[in-house]
C-alpha cells in the first residue's frame, strides 16, 4: 500500500475513492490523529495514475463528474466509510523496498542477539578490520554498520534508514541504495578507523551519507523529484554539531557522521552532472 494523502474532509476523500473505483483503482481511507483521513493505495502499479488524478481533483474537487461517480457507485460500495488504521507493518512497507527492509531486519537480528549476551562474538564477526588478516576479510569494511550498541543507538538509526533510505529506493531503485549503502560505509568507516580506532559500529556514517545525497540532489537536479524537508537537514546537521562536544559523556562516532555526509555529497554531485534522470 502507498500513502497518497492526507484529507480533513472525510466525504471529500470519498468522493475521490469513488472516482477511481469507477477508473478500476481501489483505494481505501484510513483515520490517523488530529482529524486527518488518509487515502491509501492498496495496488502500487497504479501509483503515476492515482497521483496524477489527484493533482487533478484537488484542483477543482467539486467538480460534477466526482459527484457523478459517487452515485454510480454507492450501491456497490461495501464500506462507505472504513476509518481503520493501517497495520503497523503496511506502513512499514509502504515507505520503504526490498533493500531497505532487509538491512532493517538484519540490524535488529543482530542488536537482538548483543541483547541477549552474545556481544563479543558479534563484534568478532562485524567489526572493522583492525588486526593481521582482517583486511582480506572483505565484508568487514561495511558489515560495521551493521552492529548497534544500545536502544537509542537503534532506534535513531533504523528509524533515519527507514526515512531516508526507503526515500531514496522508491525513487531511485535498489541498486542507488545499495551503492551509497556501499560506498559511505566504506567511506565513513574508514575515517573513523584511521581516526579514532576500531571501536565503533552502526549506520550512522550511511544515514548522514543518505541526507547528503537527497539534500544535495534536491539542491543540484531539483526536476529529479528527489527533495528533503529543511526540517530533517537542519536537525541532522545541528546533531552532527553537537556530536562533537559528546554531550552526557556519549561516545559518537563523528568521523563516521562528517565522512558520510561528505562521501552522500559527493555521489550526489557526480549523479546531478552525469546521471540520467530516473523514469517513472
Same mark, same amino acid.
Given at each position: /500500500?502507498?500513502?497518497?494523502?492526507?484529507?480533513h474532509?472525510?466525504r471529500?476523500?470519498?468522493?475521490?475513492?469513488?472516482?477511481?473505483?469507477?477508473?478500476g483503482?481501489?483505494?481505501?481511507?484510513?483515520?490517523?490523529?488530529?482529524?486527518?483521513?488518509?487515502?491509501?493505495?492498496?495496488?502500487?502499479?497504479?501509483?503515476?495514475?492515482?497521483?496524477?488524478?489527484?493533482?487533478?481533483?484537488?484542483?477543482?474537487?467539486?467538480?460534477?463528474?466526482?459527484?457523478?461517480? *459517487?452515485?454510480?457507485?454507492?450501491?456497490?460500495?461495501?464500506?462507505?466509510?472504513?476509518?481503520?488504521s493501517?497495520? %503497523?507493518?503496511?506502513?512499514?512497507?509502504s515507505?520503504?523496498?526490498?533493500?531497505? %527492509? *532487509?538491512?532493517?531486519?538484519?540490524?535488529?537480528?543482530?542488536?537482538?542477539?548483543?541483547? @541477549?549476551?552474545?556481544?563479543?562474538? !558479534?563484534?568478532? %564477526?562485524?567489526?572493522?578490520?583492525? /588486526?593481521?588478516?582482517?583486511?582480506?576479510?572483505?565484508?568487514?569494511?561495511?558489515?560495521?554498520?551493521?552492529?548497534? @550498541?544500545?536502544?537509542?543507538h537503534? !532506534?535513531f538509526?533504523?528509524?533515519w534508514?527507514?526515512?531516508?533510505?526507503?526515500?531514496?529506493?522508491?525513487?531511485?531503485?535498489?541498486?542507488?541504495?545499495?551503492?551509497?549503502?556501499?560506498i559511505?560505509?566504506?567511506?565513513?568507516?574508514?575515517?573513523?578507523?584511521?581516526?579514532?580506532?576500531?571501536?565503533?559500529?552502526?549506520l550512522?556514517?550511511?544515514?548522514?551519507?543518505? /541526507?547528503?545525497?537527497?539534500?544535495?540532489?534536491?539542491?543540484?537536479?531539483?526536476?529529479?523529484? %528527489?527533495?528533503?524537508?529543511?526540517?530533517?537537514?537542519?536537525?541532522?546537521?545541528?546533531?552532527?554539531?553537537?556530536?562533537?562536544?559528546?554531550?552526557?559523556?556519549?561516545?559518537?562516532?563523528? /568521523?563516521?557522521?562528517? @565522512?558520510?555526509? !561528505?562521501?552522500?555529497?559527493?555521489?550526489?554531485?557526480v549523479?546531478?552532472? @552525469?546521471?540520467k534522470?530516473?523514469?517513472?
Amino acid at each position: /500500500m502507498h500513502r497518497l494523502a492526507g484529507f480533513h474532509n472525510p466525504r471529500q476523500a470519498q468522493a475521490f475513492i469513488d472516482y477511481m473505483a469507477s477508473r478500476g483503482i481501489t483505494l481505501s481511507l484510513a483515520s490517523e490523529p488530529e482529524g486527518v483521513f488518509a487515502i491509501w493505495l492498496v495496488d502500487i502499479e497504479h501509483q503515476v495514475e492515482a497521483e496524477s488524478e489527484l493533482n487533478t481533483f484537488l484542483s477543482n474537487p467539486n467538480e460534477s463528474k466526482y459527484q457523478a461517480a *459517487s452515485w454510480d457507485v454507492a450501491e456497490s460500495r461495501t464500506a462507505k466509510f472504513n476509518y481503520r488504521s493501517p497495520s %503497523l507493518m503496511g506502513m512499514i512497507k509502504s515507505q520503504a523496498g526490498p533493500f531497505s %527492509l *532487509s538491512v532493517m531486519v538484519v540490524v535488529i537480528a543482530i542488536y537482538v542477539l548483543w541483547f @541477549f549476551g552474545l556481544q563479543q562474538p !558479534i563484534f568478532d %564477526l562485524f567489526h572493522y578490520p583492525f /588486526m593481521d588478516g582482517d583486511q582480506w576479510q572483505v565484508w568487514r569494511f561495511f558489515s560495521h554498520a551493521l552492529i548497534h @550498541f544500545s536502544a537509542l543507538h537503534i !532506534i535513531f538509526n533504523c528509524l533515519w534508514w527507514w526515512i531516508l533510505g526507503g526515500q531514496l529506493e522508491r525513487h531511485s531503485g535498489s541498486v542507488k541504495l545499495v551503492q551509497v549503502f556501499l560506498i559511505s560505509a566504506l567511506i565513513s568507516g574508514f575515517a573513523q578507523f584511521w581516526l579514532h580506532g576500531p571501536n565503533f559500529g552502526g549506520l550512522s556514517g550511511v544515514v548522514y551519507a543518505l /541526507m547528503g545525497y537527497i539534500w544535495w540532489m534536491g539542491w543540484l537536479a531539483p526536476k529529479r523529484g %528527489l527533495t528533503m524537508p529543511k526540517a530533517y537537514i537542519g536537525f541532522m546537521l545541528a546533531w552532527l554539531v553537537i556530536g562533537f562536544a559528546e554531550p552526557m559523556g556519549m561516545s559518537i562516532a563523528n /568521523m563516521a557522521h562528517l @565522512f558520510g555526509l !561528505i562521501s552522500g555529497c559527493l555521489i550526489a554531485l557526480v549523479d546531478a552532472k @552525469f546521471g540520467k534522470p530516473i523514469q517513472n
